[in-house]
């Protein structure tokens, strides 16, 4: 199985965006998708994460404008950002693997499968 991240712009503060996470040669059916994002100097850091079949976990200050959600007919993961703000700029990450526990959610090395990344920009 392999991860396409897309759906990144150039936007403007409280302005929407949705990334998309598509899976490729295989399905994320049973998998546990997360988004994580890195700005630049930063370090890598959680985003939101979806186990399977539905439970979420959100990094406490995104709650209320990012939201996680899948479709399993097209084997999809979207992130809806909404509000975005320029302290969100940040390549994003999406990542998926199969067996995590709820409490692994936000933990990058539980993840074996990584897509690419999608350049987010806000500006002021």
């Known amino acids: 199985v392999q991860l396409q991240a897309s759906g990144g712009g150039l936007v403007q503060a409280g302005d929407s965006l949705r990334l998309s996470c598509v899976a490729s040669?295989?399905?994320?059916?049973?998998?546990?998708v997360a988004w994580f994002r890195q700005a630049p100097g930063k370090e890598r850091e959680f985003v939101v994460g979806?186990?399977?079949?539905?439970?979420?976990a959100y990094e406490d200050s995104l709650k209320g404008r990012f939201t996680i959600s899948r479709d399993r007919t097209t084997n999809t993961v979207y992130l809806q950002m909404n509000s975005l703000k320029p302290e969100d700029t940040a390549v994003y990450y999406c990542?998926?693997?199969?067996?995590?526990?709820?409490?692994?959610?936000?933990?990058?090395?539980?993840?074996?499968?990584w897509g690419q990344g999608t350049q987010v920009t806000v500006s002021s």
């Open positions: 990542a998926a693997s199969s067996r995590i526990i709820y409490s692994q959610l936000g933990v990058a090395s539980s993840y074996k499968l």
């Open positions: 040669g295989g399905t994320l059916s049973g998998y546990s």
């Open positions: 979806i186990r399977w079949p539905g439970s979420t």
